[in-house]
């Protein structure tokens, strides 16, 4: 007869199974470029602050139309067939918060940890977002008037999902802009290009590592994020305008061909 351990064990095995199957298949459509990914941005109240509220309520579909014209301009560079890789769209508002990232933690708290997430997404959206080549970007906005730094973001590419940290302010929507794009391309395949102190890291972290002089660099890398100057030095693009996609990071996005 099977105890209570034993069927726990075998619940959760099945879990891990299903969501395996699902990473696989998300894994392949959602990188074989062949039409567009449809992105929503779930926009939620982090501090509950009634400014943060009444900026939540300004968002619309345009705040986040330059990440699409970006991609759109990274594409042709790229020379990418399909001519608009990603949609990217404003979702519900969403009231209830995810659980709590294990700072901390050890692999098997994080395994736990990214279970958790996907469950509480599956609960707080639509059965039309759950599409299994849709990605879904939780933004959690802050009021950021008291100059406290922002928890960090993560982007994965198992459920296709983010969750992001925004400041709820309209001055920071270029910046919040370059952010909600690098998790996005975490979550097709992309990996972070940067030191533990934040510098970017070369060549794989530099826009152009070919440049004669080297520095200083003329734009960020995405996943990057900072634009270097010297080795030493760097600073925070301002919008995706001075952003790229250099060829690492195309190519583990599979954007380039073998």
């Keep these: ?29 959602s990188r074989n470029w062949t039409k567009p990914l449809e992105a929503v941005i779930y926009p939620i109240n982090a501090d509950g602050h009634l400014a943060t509220e009444s900026y939540i309520e300004s968002l619309e579909d345009e705040t986040f139309k330059p990440i699409d014209r970006w991609l759109v301009r990274e594409a042709a560079r790229h020379d990418l067939d399909l001519t608009v890789p990603v949609n990217f769209r404003l979702g519900e508002q969403i009231r209830s918060h995810p659980p709590e990232f ?3 933690g050890n692999a098997v708290d994080v395994l736990a940890w990214g279970l958790k997430f996907r469950w509480w997404a599956f609960r707080n959206t639509s059965e039309e977002t759950r599409n299994l080549t849709r990605i879904r970007l939780f933004v959690m906005y ?32 270029a910046q919040n802009n370059i952010v909600i794009a690098h ?4 979550t097709v395949g992309a990996i972070d290009k940067y030191e533990s102190n934040g510098a970017p890291m070369f060549p794989v972290g530099y826009a152009n590592p070919a440049r004669t002089p080297l520095f200083p660099q003329r734009s960020a890398e995405i996943m990057a994020g900072r634009i270097p100057t010297s080795h030493q030095s760097y600073y925070m693009a301002e919008s995706l305008k001075s952003v790229v996609i250099n060829g690492y990071t195309a190519a583990e996005i599979n954007w380039l061909s073998e």
């Design 142 to 173: 802050h009021h950021g008037n008291d100059g406290s730094p922002l928890t960090h973001s993560l982007g994965m590419q198992k459920g296709l999902m983010g969750l992001v940290h925004a400041f709820a302010l309209p001055e920071q929507n």
């Design 1 to 29: 007869m099977l105890n209570f351990r034993t069927i726990r064990i075998t619940l959760l095995l099945g879990v891990l199974a299903v969501a395996g199957f699902l990473t696989a298949h998300q894994f392949i459509y």
């Design 102 to 104: 294990p700072i901390d």
């Design 183 to 186: 998790e996005m391309l975490h």
